[in-house]
């Protein structure tokens, strides 16, 4: 597959990620009073799917830097110091049932998402670059854009919010052992 074909399969599912970011909260709230199956599917399983959207949002980063020999910024750089570990860390936490991977996740997708932000505005507006990154790679430049829209960083934010929403709506107050007496 080329590089942009590999965009658009993962701008597809970045666009999946989207509706999931507007459809969870709302699912959540709404059924915030009652024992739906969006509560009792979530209780529990939030680590995981954390680690999977994080396993894919490697897989992406590794394939475009290794197979499509895209060479990571410097912002991309320090994504992935935020990203990588999340796609250990979690799917080992879930495994173990350890309550404690969610501020794990959560501290690790929200250092990475702060980085994300920065580079979605510079991507966005490269006039705001101060030439902090490397001029042979700035990071302003848009190797792919899937669908015509989904840049590499733009792929990233939507893994990072992902995975602290679910970390987030599957709080440790809705885990079963909170059910106990």
């Known amino acids: 597959m080329t590089p942009d074909e590999v965009a658009d399969v993962f701008g597809t599912?970045?666009?999946?990620?989207v509706v999931a970011l507007v459809a969870l909260p709302v699912l959540y709230v709404v059924s915030r009073s009652s024992s739906t199956a969006l509560r009792v599917g979530l209780r529990g399983s939030g680590p995981?799917?954390?680690?999977?959207?994080?396993l894919v949002a490697t897989a992406g980063s590794l394939w475009f830097s290794k197979g499509?020999?895209?060479p990571p910024c410097e912002l991309c750089w320090y994504q992935?110091?935020?990203m990588y570990p999340l796609a250990v860390i979690l799917p080992i936490?879930?495994?173990?049932?350890?309550?404690t991977v969610r501020s794990y996740g959560l501290a690790l997708a929200g250092a990475g998402i702060a980085?994300?932000?920065?580079?979605?505005?510079?991507?966005?507006?490269?006039?705001?670059?101060?030439?902090?990154?490397?001029?042979?790679n700035p990071c302003t430049l848009r190797w792919v854009a899937g669908?015509?829209?989904?840049?590499?960083?733009?792929?990233?934010?939507?893994?990072?919010s992902l995975i602290i929403v679910?970390?987030?709506?599957?709080?440790?107050?809705?885990?079963?052992?909170?059910?106990?007496p």
């Open 13 to 17: 599912m970045a666009s999946a990620g």
């Open 48 to 54: 995981a799917l954390a680690g999977a959207i994080a």
């Open 68 to 70: 499509a020999h895209f």
């Open 80 to 82: 992935r110091i935020a």
């Open 93 to 99: 936490g879930a495994w173990r049932a350890d309550a």
């Open 115 to 136: 980085v994300s932000v920065w580079h979605n505005v510079i991507e966005t507006f490269p006039s705001l670059d101060a030439g902090a990154c490397d001029p042979t």
């Open 147 to 160: 669908l015509g829209f989904w840049t590499i960083p733009r792929m990233a934010f939507v893994a990072f």
């Open 166 to 180: 679910i970390l987030v709506l599957d709080s440790p107050e809705d885990s079963p052992e909170s059910e106990r």
